[in-house]
């Protein structure tokens, strides 16, 4: 009885899923399996980038990381916060406590007036986070044609291959392929919109935030400040900022599995020494 | 115990007997995993999966507690304290990846045993009190899960929460009225994220009190083995401890090398980059999918794409996704072969062996976009999955001739039962 309303049930389920299986595969043979679209052609995936924090061993290059935040606070910071990081975290970029209380007071960050307890502004302690630019989000809607640049704390984390991502989107503004235009004659970038193959939709807000070689002047010693070098530098500060405990966790990684291997080794010896003498002495096992 | 051949716990100095006599926690832990526990000689590595589950479920809950010491159930603060534990707490990342890819790897552990469960047929009298409040577990995991995947409050969480609450509004006449009761809004905020995060807690210590059922129901009949003969003589069993502690002991290090892997080495491989992004109710993500545990279940929700007749699709969706989990619990009726093991069954195992290609498919296609071909790929496997156990499944087990079956375990192990019994050293009682 519970078998046959079993097979019942079975049938019904199975029914009804086909039914939209056949009217699905009838759609697709009459009209085709969806329309290609501009986005779909010619978006493309973030470029393969190289960082000394690939792979399992690799680890931050601090210098690298100062020229990254360089060009953050003085790029990117005109829109988009920083806000999970906090000023002290600046010592893992090898500044000593001096230097971050000095680029700590170079921020001005929202007080009390200890006199008259009005808000105002104060300069910033190395406890204090990295201050928004904009006071909330319906003005950074107002200031930037409505969209609201997001926060970066997190961003190469929040984007499919993050960091790569970051490189790409930065380095690839260009203006729509001919070949674009022409399968897709309806395409446009609308006014106030840019052309950016690395973005879903192909069309971004963000005007091309690095717009010439040299924008940042870096200190001497450093590579040249080209557009690709500042957009490297810059996702690998990112990166950092999206996880700041990136290199500790290798390496305490590398320490754990290195003791847990070691004991996996000795259970198993140790399950071979228990199961010795009640193992079959020949391998006559009737199997299947 | 119920086994005439379990040694029965005898206190060996004072204190143990004092306690025997008081409170008999040692003779329980005896009869658990001790000699009081005799358990077929023949196990293979696939009845492991037990103990990691279990090891799983408390390492969850150690992870947890410690993650509730830092975070914050609320909706405007939720995703801060998470970065809070990932940056400023001591540990605090390492609790975070352990607890969010240790509920992946549970899911892995407890799908290979519930697979485990479908080839040897572990659902079959008399194990059937096992296997219902096995799947009464896998359904509290579920929910579990689900809730806690919403504490961070980044996009997927919010929009998971509003899709899959959203579920409840198929449901006819009253459908909307209970989402809005079930998630204390319109949509979900601040009322869902405090009951989502209370029951998150509660659930585990509920599953926790499951699981003593499930162990409890296992200890009478004893476990099961790879040829599905039941133990006839002591010959055929091996105490517990030490055999399967050492055994259970090696497959948890080949366990904790992968699960660390992944933690110490590719913590967001099994997440969505969009779970980093906070909550935006004005923002959609272009693809909504839940973790992947709950993929095969999202492919049947959302293969069902017409009204049949006058059910409507949605409806259809739900009531097949809910469907799916809930035939589990009439495997041990639908399933009338006498014989249990899978290695003697030739014509169940080519069916089971469709049916794993079959889940495969739908744990790819719970994570595609909702587009051709994908759909029509999830509409035939989804097809496939309730023939299986609803159709298949009875047929051929009335249908199928099975291989004979060896005498006893023994007799599977060593070929012979004759020289089994001297075998046994006497280390081990």
């Known amino acids: ?288 | 115990m119920s086994f005439p051949w379990a040694r029965e716990y005898q206190p060996t100095n004072g204190l143990m007997k004092f306690l025997d006599e008081r409170l008999p926690l040692p003779r329980l832990i005896h009869g658990a995993i001790g000699a009081g526990y005799p358990v077929p000689r023949n196990l293979s590595y696939m009845w492991n999966f037990g103990v990691l589950a279990g090891f799983c479920l408390v390492m969850q809950i150690i992870t947890g507690v410690v993650l509730a010491m830092h975070y914050a159930p609320n909706a405007l603060v939720a995703f801060a304290t998470t970065e809070h534990i990932m940056r400023d707490v001591n540990w605090g990342w390492l609790m975070r990846y352990a607890h969010a890819n240790g509920a992946s790897f549970f899911f892995v552990v407890v799908y290979l045993h519930i697979f485990r469960g479908f080839f040897y047929s572990s659902y079959k009298a008399p194990r059937e009190m096992i296997w219902l409040p096995g799947v009464v577990i896998f359904l509290l995991m579920m929910a579990t899960a689900f809730m806690g995947y919403v504490l961070p409050w980044g996009q997927m969480s919010f929009w998971g929460a509003k899709v899959i609450t959203g579920l409840f509004g198929a449901i006819p006449l009253v459908g909307e009225p209970i989402q809005v009761w079930l998630l204390g809004g319109f949509a979900p905020d601040n009322a869902a994220l405090n009951r989502f995060f209370s029951l998150h807690f509660l659930l585990p210590f509920v599953i926790a009190g499951v699981v003593i059922l499930h162990i409890w129901a296992l200890h009478i009949p004893g476990s099961s083995n790879p040829t599905g003969v039941e133990i006839k003589t002591e010959a055929d069993t091996l105490p517990f401890h030490p055999y399967y502690t050492a055994k259970d002991g090696f497959g948890l290090g080949v366990f904790l090398l992968l699960f660390l892997a992944f933690v110490f080495f590719m913590p967001n491989a099994l997440g969505h980059p969009d779970n980093y992004i906070e909550a935006n109710p004005l923002s959609t993500p272009a693809l909504i999918v839940p973790e992947w545990y709950f993929y095969p279940f999202y492919a049947i929700l959302r293969a069902f794409t017409i009204d049949f007749f006058f059910i409507p699709a949605k409806l259809m969706g739900v009531l097949a996704m809910f469907a799916a989990i809930l035939v589990w619990f009439f495997l041990p009726w639908l399933d009338k072969s006498p014989v249990r093991s899978g290695h003697y069954r030739p014509l169940f195992r080519i069916f089971f062996w469709i049916l794993m290609v079959d889940m495969a498919a739908l744990f790819w296609l719970g994570g595609t976009h909702a587009e051709e071909p994908y759909i029509m790929f999830s509409q035939l496997t989804t097809a496939y999955y309730f023939l299986h156990f609803l159709v298949i499944l009875p047929i051929v087990s009335s249908i199928e001739k099975p291989k004979p079956l060896p005498y006893s375990i023994t007799e599977s192990v060593l070929g012979s039962d004759k020289d089994a019994s001297p075998a046994i050293p006497a280390a081990a009682n």
């Open chain 1, 1 to 288: 009885m519970i078998r046959l309303f079993g097979i019942l049930t079975g049938l019904f389920f199975a029914v009804a899923v086909l039914w939209s299986f056949g009217n699905g595969a009838f759609v697709a043979a009459t009209e085709g399996m969806g329309e290609e679209t501009a986005e779909k052609v010619f978006y493309e995936h973030p470029e393969k980038l190289e960082l000394p924090s690939d792979g399992i061993f690799g680890t931050f290059d601090v210098a690298q990381l100062q020229r990254g935040y360089q060009v953050y606070k003085e790029v990117c910071a005109a829109c988009h916060s920083l806000k999970f990081v906090a000023i002290r975290d600046l010592a893992q970029l090898g500044y000593d406590e001096g230097q971050i209380k000095a680029e700590a007071a170079s921020f001005q960050v929202p007080g009390i007036d200890p006199n008259t307890g009005e808000a105002t502004t104060r300069p910033g302690l190395p406890t204090d986070y990295f201050p928004s630019p904009y006071a909330n989000t319906v003005m950074a809607a107002a200031a930037n044609n409505n969209a609201i640049p997001p926060d970066l704390s997190l961003i190469t984390k929040a984007r499919d291959d993050g960091t790569a991502y970051v490189h790409s989107l930065l380095t690839g503004y260009s203006s729509p392929p001919a070949e674009l235009t022409q399968q897709f004659p309806n395409f446009s970038t609308p006014p106030g919109l840019n052309f950016n193959r690395y973005f879903p939709n192909l069309n971004i807000a963000m005007a091309p935030p690095l717009a010439a070689d040299g924008q940042v002047t870096y200190a001497p010693g450093n590579p040249d400040p080209t557009i690709d070098q500042m957009a490297t530098d810059v996702a690998a500060f990112l990166t950092w900022t999206a996880e700041p405990t990136l290199v500790k966790r290798r390496q305490a990684g590398f320490a754990v599995l290195g003791f847990v291997l070691f004991a996996t080794i000795l259970a198993y010896f140790a399950k071979q020494q228990v199961w010795a003498a009640v193992k079959p002495k020949k391998a006559a096992k009737a199997k299947d």
